[in-house]
């Protein structure tokens, strides 16, 4: 008897969507002072993206103003969020969701 392929459902259950859990940091830059918020999501692999495009978006327009911020948080606020992305992308390239 073949082993069931991972795409059937075994025992009469379908199977369970894959979860993810990811944080990214949303950097909003000020004259003087500047404001970190983190945006955690958990789901699908399109749901982390979608919050992912949002927090880099909320960085490129709004994390710039401010010398600090210009310079060392907003760059460190994008590459953090890039490497959670990129941590995630390859989670789901080992669970065969994404080529």
């Given at each position: 008897?073949?082993?069931?392929?991972?795409?059937?459902?075994?025992?009469?259950?379908?199977?369970?969507?894959?979860?993810?859990?990811?944080?990214?940091?949303?950097?909003?830059?000020?004259?003087?002072?500047?404001?970190?918020?983190?945006?955690?999501?958990?789901?699908?692999?399109?749901?982390?993206?979608?919050?992912?495009?949002?927090?880099?978006?909320?960085?490129?327009?709004?994390g710039w103003w401010g010398?600090?911020?210009?310079?060392?948080?907003?760059?460190?606020?994008?590459?953090?969020?890039?490497?959670?992305?990129?941590?995630?992308?390859?989670?789901?390239?080992?669970?065969?969701?994404?080529?």
């Amino acid at each position: 008897m073949p082993y069931p392929s991972p795409q059937q459902p075994q025992f009469g259950y379908p199977p369970q969507p894959v979860v993810y859990q990811a944080r990214f940091r949303k950097h909003t830059g000020m004259l003087i002072l500047a404001q970190w918020t983190d945006a955690s999501v958990v789901g699908s692999i399109h749901e982390v993206r979608a919050a992912y495009r949002g927090a880099q978006s909320h960085c490129l327009l709004a994390g710039w103003w401010g010398v600090f911020s210009m310079l060392f948080y907003n760059p460190m606020a994008l590459v953090g969020n890039w490497s959670e992305m990129r941590r995630i992308t390859h989670l789901a390239k080992a669970n065969g969701e994404v080529s």
